[in-house]
């Protein structure tokens, strides 16, 4: 099975394999001027990935990434037709090594990565301190997976209910913690905004990693049911020289995974298509991961015999609704002075 991280050694066997690129890179686009195993401007030709969405399939991950192939440009400009058409041919080059490489000697990737369609490549110019010029591949790679919810490394066998009428929203965070704190690698769990994302407000301190967090996405009400929306955090500590950064978006990806396993066999259905995206932040300290935008359906038959109402009928006016709300507060008034 191909994780996140044998995924990007691929890639980076390419490229170093392909007689005009000079050096590689992983990382979000700022550092794409930055050699983190050197600290230095790194050599041209340059091949860098940009990580993109990945999407939970049944039966497969779809891995969208961005290929940058990019080349440095003179301050004036003089060279910027042969950078882009160099670049370009290697990028026609990389693709056909995807696209038609179905033997051991020449990698197997076209069984092994499954890039989805042709790919759309957009020119790239930059003027970071160098001005730096190139073509980006858009490209979706499939990788077969199967969502064994028996293979994660969750103590106890820990699973999500099956075949239990669904309680309340409280319940189902209170058996995502319980994932959070069986899982085997998961060191913290958090709920609420993303502002706490890295304080524990039990502690108040900064939370152990790898840490889990879940924050409330949008609920909608469909007939019979309802669909319950969340963004899990998946993340981890950074190294100061993001040299971990590589092992860090696979073993949270690989967490994801047990996760979306659990959720997708239980009674919570965790509904197909599920998008998680690269998370980068750089606070006092740095955290790298996945963000995973999920959705549960929940039965609901809306049962207008069970609400917590008391009868009543229309023709209200305003001021005696306004009157009603008076007396109310009164009421609790009262109650509050009995209590002193």
Same mark, same amino acid.
């Given at each position: %099975?191909?994780?996140?991280?044998?995924?990007?050694?691929?890639?980076?066997?390419?490229?170093?394999?392909?007689?005009?690129?000079?050096?590689?890179?992983?990382?979000?686009?700022?550092?794409?001027?930055?050699?983190?195993?050197?600290?230095?401007?790194?050599?041209?030709?340059?091949?860098?990935? +940009?990580?993109?969405?990945?999407?939970?399939?049944?039966?497969?991950?779809?891995?969208?990434?961005?290929?940058?192939?990019?080349?440095?440009?003179?301050?004036?400009?003089?060279?910027?037709?042969?950078? %882009?058409?160099?670049?370009?041919?290697?990028?026609?080059?990389?693709?056909?090594?995807?696209?038609?490489?179905?033997?051991?000697?020449?990698?197997?990737?076209?069984?092994?990565?499954?890039?989805?369609?042709?790919?759309?490549?957009?020119?790239?110019?930059?003027?970071?301190?160098?001005?730096?010029?190139?073509?980006?591949?858009?490209?979706? +790679?499939?990788?077969?997976?199967?969502?064994?919810?028996?293979?994660?490394?969750?103590?106890?066998?820990?699973?999500?209910?099956?075949?239990?009428?669904?309680?309340?929203?409280?319940?189902?965070?209170?058996?995502?913690?319980?994932?959070?704190?069986?899982?085997?690698?998961?060191?913290?769990?958090?709920?609420?905004?993303?502002?706490?994302?890295?304080?524990?407000?039990?502690?108040?301190?900064?939370?152990?990693?790898?840490?889990?967090? +879940?924050?409330?996405?949008?609920?909608?009400?469909?007939?019979?049911?309802?669909?319950?929306?969340?963004?899990?955090?998946?993340?981890?500590?950074?190294?100061?020289?993001?040299?971990?950064?590589?092992? +860090?978006?696979?073993?949270?990806?690989?967490?994801?995974?047990?996760?979306?396993?659990?959720?997708?066999?239980?009674?919570?259905?965790?509904?197909?298509?599920?998008?998680?995206?690269?998370?980068?932040?750089?606070?006092?300290?740095?955290?790298?991961?996945?963000?995973?935008?999920?959705?549960?359906?929940?039965?609901?038959?809306?049962?207008?015999?069970?609400?917590?109402?008391?009868?009543?009928?229309?023709?209200?006016?305003?001021?005696?609704?306004?009157?009603?709300?008076?007396?109310?507060?009164?009421?609790?008034?009262?109650?509050?002075?009995?209590?002193?």
């Amino acid at each position: %099975m191909i994780n996140y991280k044998q995924l990007l050694t691929d890639f980076g066997s390419i490229a170093y394999h392909h007689e005009q690129i000079r050096s590689f890179g992983f990382g979000d686009l700022p550092q794409i001027t930055n050699d983190i195993l050197t600290d230095q401007e790194p050599l041209y030709t340059r091949m860098y990935i +940009v990580p993109g969405n990945i999407v939970f399939n049944q039966n497969q991950i779809t891995y969208q990434l961005s290929l940058i192939i990019l080349d440095k440009i003179n301050n004036d400009l003089s060279n910027l037709s042969d950078v %882009m058409s160099d670049t370009l041919e290697i990028q026609k080059d990389l693709w056909t090594i995807l696209y038609q490489s179905y033997t051991e000697q020449y990698g197997n990737f076209s069984w092994n990565l499954l890039p989805q369609d042709f790919p759309t490549v957009t020119p790239f110019l930059e003027r970071f301190e160098t001005i730096v010029g190139g073509w980006t591949m858009s490209l979706s +790679v499939i990788i077969p997976f199967d969502y064994n919810k028996c293979t994660p490394p969750v103590y106890g066998d820990y699973n999500f209910p099956q075949d239990q009428e669904f309680k309340s929203y409280k319940l189902i965070l209170q058996n995502l913690q319980l994932f959070g704190q069986y899982h085997e690698q998961i060191h913290s769990y958090g709920f609420g905004d993303v502002q706490q994302l890295t304080n524990d407000i039990i502690t108040r301190q900064e939370p152990l990693y790898p840490r889990m967090y +879940v924050n409330p996405n949008t609920a909608l009400f469909h007939s019979g049911q309802i669909e319950y929306g969340f963004n899990v955090y998946i993340i981890d500590k950074l190294s100061i020289d993001l040299s971990n950064q590589q092992d +860090v978006l696979s073993d949270t990806l690989e967490i994801a995974k047990d996760l979306f396993a659990k959720l997708y066999l239980s009674d919570y259905s965790a509904e197909w298509n599920a998008q998680l995206q690269p998370f980068f932040e750089r606070t006092e300290t740095g955290v790298g991961g996945w963000l995973l935008t999920m959705t549960s359906l929940q039965k609901s038959d809306y049962n207008r015999c069970v609400l917590p109402t008391t009868t009543f009928s229309n023709g209200v006016t305003w001021e005696e609704l306004m009157n009603l709300w008076k007396l109310e507060a009164q009421k609790w008034e009262d109650v509050k002075q009995e209590n002193i």
